[in-house]
C-alpha cells in the first residue's frame, strides 16, 4: 500500500527540506571543522531521515532512510504486505550529499542501522555497497520476534540486503552486546568455503 502526502503536506516536506539544505549549505560554507570538532548532518525527508556524523575527516552514519526498492511478492521470503512504502526511496540524494561531504571507503568508519524499518535502514545496502563503511552495527532482526503481525511488513527484505551488503565486500558486522565475549581465531583459507562460512559466523558473532 503507497503512503501519499495531500497538496499541503508535499509542500510543507519540500519547505522543509530546502529550508534544512540551506542552513546545511551554510555550514559547509565554513570550511572544514576544526580538529576535534564534531558536525551532525540531518537530512530530514517525508517520514524518514539520514544522519551523518563528521569529526576529524572522519564520518559515521546512523540510519540513511527510505529505498526505491520494496516486495512485489515474487519471492516468497518477502511477501507483499500492506503499509509497506512505496516509490519514496530517497538513496540517490543521501548518497549526493555523502560524497559532496567527501566521504569515501576510506574515511567511513561506520554504518549504525538502528532497526530493521525502511524508513531507516531501506537505502543501507545501497550506502554500504558504495562506500564501505569499516563496521556496520545493527541489531539481529528475524521475522519470529514480532509478535504483531501487521507490522511485519518489509523488514525481513531490508534486513536481508543489510546483510548482503556487509558479506560483499567482507565488512565487519556488529549485533551483540556482551562483555565476556572474546573473538575467535579464523579458520580455513580465503579459497575454502568452510572457512569464509566460519568467519562470516564469527562476524556475526561481533559484539558491540
Known amino acids: 500500500m503507497e503512503r501519499r502526502l495531500g497538496l499541503p503536506g508535499a509542500m510543507l516536506g519540500i519547505l522543509l527540506c530546502a529550508f534544512v539544505m540551506v542552513l546545511l549549505g551554510s555550514s559547509l560554507a565554513y570550511g572544514a571543522p576544526k580538529d576535534g570538532e564534531v558536525r551532525i548532518h540531518v537530512m530530514p525527508y517525508n517520514n524518514t531521515d539520514a544522519i551523518i556524523v563528521e569529526c576529524d575527516g572522519k564520518f559515521g552514519v546512523v540510519d540513511s532512510g527510505e529505498d526505491s526498492l520494496s516486495p512485489d511478492g515474487a519471492?516468497?521470503?518477502?511477501?507483499?504486505?500492506?503499509?509497506?512504502?512505496?516509490g519514496q526511496g530517497i538513496e540517490s540524494q543521501v548518497i549526493s550529499y555523502m560524497e559532496m561531504l567527501g566521504i569515501?571507503?576510506?574515511n567511513l568508519?561506520?554504518?549504525?542501522?538502528?532497526?530493521?524499518?525502511?524508513?531507516?535502514?531501506?537505502?543501507?545496502?545501497?550506502?554500504?555497497?558504495?562506500?564501505?563503511?569499516?563496521t556496520v552495527y545493527t541489531p539481529l532482526y528475524?521475522?519470529?520476534?514480532?509478535?504483531?503481525?501487521?507490522?511485519?511488513?518489509?523488514?525481513?527484505?531490508?534486513y536481508d540486503r543489510l546483510i548482503e551488503a556487509v558479506e560483499s565486500y567482507d565488512g565487519k558486522l556488529v549485533q551483540y552486546l556482551d562483555p565476556d565475549w572474546a573473538e575467535v581465531p579464523e579458520l580455513g583459507t580465503d579459497g575454502d568455503e568452510g572457512g569464509r562460512r566460519k568467519r562470516w559466523q564469527r562476524r556475526r558473532r561481533a559484539q558491540w
Open 75 to 86: 519471492d516468497e521470503r518477502y511477501p507483499l504486505r500492506g503499509g509497506i512504502t512505496v
Open 109 to 134: 568508519e561506520f554504518y549504525i542501522g538502528t532497526h530493521p524499518h525502511s524508513d531507516h535502514i531501506g537505502s543501507a545496502a545501497d550506502v554500504i555497497r558504495k562506500f564501505h563503511p569499516k
Open 142 to 158: 528475524s521475522d519470529s520476534f514480532i509478535s504483531e503481525e501487521t507490522r511485519l511488513w518489509d523488514n525481513r527484505f531490508v
Open 104 to 106: 569515501t571507503e576510506d
